[in-house]
């Protein structure tokens, strides 16, 4: 697939640091395999620091699952500091040739660090390596304010098991 390519041309790991002392300097790299136990549990601590879910999350597990394949693909990328994994983001293709923005989580501990917009901007690079012109997502409304500074627009609403998610995209 497309995907594997390009995770195999940017297989470097990039590190980036600010000069800015509340950002924090961190590794992006592709996930391995091993890596997708904990990057569920990430993900459980992220979603559950949103009040508004806790319940329909854990009434519903399954929602937390990222799929090995995912990962074997190449489209999972974690962000790590001091060689601990504190945030990850997963893209996957879509039929029209852009991509889609499907996971970005961050350690709560670590929330306004740069280390999500690092993530963001490291999946348009590989979603740009795919040949996508745009990276979309369905946003959390709760953050929407993270998705614009980011570059997204607002493209509509869309329904999801959660309730109404933000259409959003950017130009890669």
């Known amino acids: 697939m497309a995907l594997q390519h390009a995770a195999r041309a940017n297989s470097k790991s990039s590190l980036l640091v600010s000069k800015d002392p509340s950002r924090l300097a961190i590794k992006l790299r592709s996930a391995v395999a091993a890596e997708r136990s904990a990057l569920e549990e990430l993900q459980w601590r992220a979603s559950l620091e949103n009040s508004s879910y806790r319940a329909a999350l854990e009434a519903n597990p399954d929602a937390i699952e990222l799929p090995a394949s995912q990962i074997e693909n190449g489209g999972v990328f974690v962000a790590e500091r001091d060689d601990v994994v504190v945030g990850f983001a997963a893209i996957l293709p879509r039929p029209d040739g852009d991509a ?17 917009r690092a993530l963001v901007e490291h999946c348009c ?43 959003m995209k950017r130009s890669v």
């Open 125 to 167: 690079l590989e979603a740009k390596a795919i040949g996508a012109a745009s990276l979309h997502v369905v946003g959390n409304p709760h953050a929407q304010k993270f998705y614009h500074s980011c570059g997204f627009i607002e493209l509509g609403v869309q329904a999801t098991r959660f309730g109404q998610g933000l259409l």
């Open 100 to 116: 889609e923005l499907d996971a970005l989580f961050v350690e709560p501990s670590l929330w306004h660090r740069g280390i999500g």
